[in-house]
């Protein structure tokens, strides 16, 4: 099923597309190219919310944009692993009984399946600015995001069949 298939999926039913992913075999290049699709398109959300920002405070654009790149593409995808690990090792105090491949791809998939919400929260962030429609846009990713993690987190922590 193509990527954009299983986002629209997620939405109707996150567990059942974590199922279908977790049976296509373990494969740490797919979990890779999930969480790096999911870095971009944050990045490629922020930079209307950095264009407007820069326009409004006169800072350089180039500057705001590089350091949004290296934040979301270099550095948030090693601060992810290190969330998955400690996400499977609360997993396993738990009683979960899956492995470290499965709560990486539970948390990455999470971020790609939600990241378009995160696109309209940079069309927010840069057409209204701050206010309640931002921040309701935000609760509602944080919302969509969680549901997203934990039913698939909750997937990858069942026993093998």
């Known amino acids: 099923m193509p990527v954009t298939a299983d986002i629209v999926a997620s939405y ?19 979990a890779l190219a999930i969480l790096m699709a999911g870095c971009v398109l944050v990045f ?12 409004l ?12 790149l290296l934040a979301w593409v270099v550095i948030a995808p090693l601060m992810l692993y290190v969330l998955a690990a400690l996400s499977h090792l609360l997993a396993r ?12 791809l539970a948390l990455f998939w999470s971020l790609l399946a939600s990241s378009p919400l995160l696109l309209l ?9 701050p206010g309640p429609a931002l921040n309701a846009i935000g609760a509602v990713w944080l919302a969509v995001f969680l549901w997203f993690w934990l039913s698939g987190l909750r997937q990858a922590q069942r026993p093998a069949t």
């Open 12 to 30: 109707r039913g996150p567990a059942r597309v974590m199922r279908r992913l977790l049976a296509m075999g373990r494969r740490e290049e797919r």
């Open 44 to 55: 490629v959300g922020q930079m209307p919310r950095l264009a407007r920002q820069a326009h």
């Open 57 to 68: 405070t006169g800072e350089d654009l180039d500057m705001l944009m590089g350091a949004t």
């Open 93 to 104: 105090a738990l009683g979960g009984q899956g492995d470290w491949y499965g709560a990486r």
């Open 121 to 129: 929260h940079g069309l927010v962030a840069a057409l209204i600015g």
